[in-house]
């Protein structure tokens, strides 16, 4: 019947959205707490008749509902629900002790006729108060729980909310001041196209109502405009000859500081300064009168072995 209920009435929260049914609870507690008289909670869990109508004005004002009515369905909603399921828990409870009891005398049955068949008999009452004292502290450790467990989402919820709250602000002023710069720049153009209107009606009015120019004024505008003309040709003539005079510099320098070097094709195949020194010599002592005998003349003009092949074979011009 609880799941039951909860399925057809829109789940944990009743149809509403979670941080509505949260701040529903959050006020809900602070007034039951408010009507709690006795030790017992659980027996004292609804808001009392004197304060149940501010409570649901509290609720629709910080809520932003559109009528007490959805307050009042939503209080019977979590009402029943609640009831509901205190007796679902307690018919667990009930059918959990029962399977302890059904178990504890299965095993009594089993044990035959030994002498621990009385303890087996008078055990399973202070066995069923144990288990119902644990089973209780169980119950109240989950509750506690489960009640902490929610009061941390509520307040990551409540911090998360307040974040929002918090960037949705910085965004709006920012919106707000941007908003104001662009109001500020659209005066300042309107201001500016105004004055350039102002200011082109009277230049036209000035031109419409100038009288015509005289012969002399005419004269003197062409002159003007012929000097003008003429500065500007010359300035253009001098930047030109200032150009090509700098072209002509850096050519000059260039060709001043540039190096070629120019090869010798022959350098490698003819004979070397040393070389030419001793044929010149040989030449000399070829022309001068011989004094030496034969064998000597004849020993001289045989080749040196000392003259590379290559060079023997070199021709000299």
Known sequence: CFQEYLTNSGGRTGGWKDFSHQTFLKIRRRYVRQNSTTSDEKSDNTVSEDVREQFYHEVMSTLGLKSIGVVASHEEWFTKLAQLEAASKRALRDRRLRQAETQSARRSSCGGDASPKPRLKSAPPTNRQQQRALLD??????????????????????????????????????LKAKLARFRQKRE????SARLAQNETFCYDFQQATKPCLSQVDKDRIR??????????MERKAAKSRAQEEQEMRITRTTSMLAVQVE?????ATGPTE???IRIQALEDEKKKPSSKPIVAAVASNRRQRAIPEWRRRVSLV
């Open 137 to 174: 502290a169980w119950r109240e450790a989950r509750e506690r729980e489960a009640a902490h467990k929610l009061e941390e989402e509520r307040r990551a919820k409540d911090e998360e909310q307040r974040l929002v709250a918090r960037r949705r602000s910085k965004r709006n002023e920012a």
């Open 188 to 191: 300042q153009a309107m201001s």
């Open 263 to 267: 090869r010798d094709p022959h350098r």
């Open 223 to 232: 002159e003007r405009t012929n000097h003008l003309l003429q500065v500007k």
């Open 274 to 276: 040393i070389w030419k």
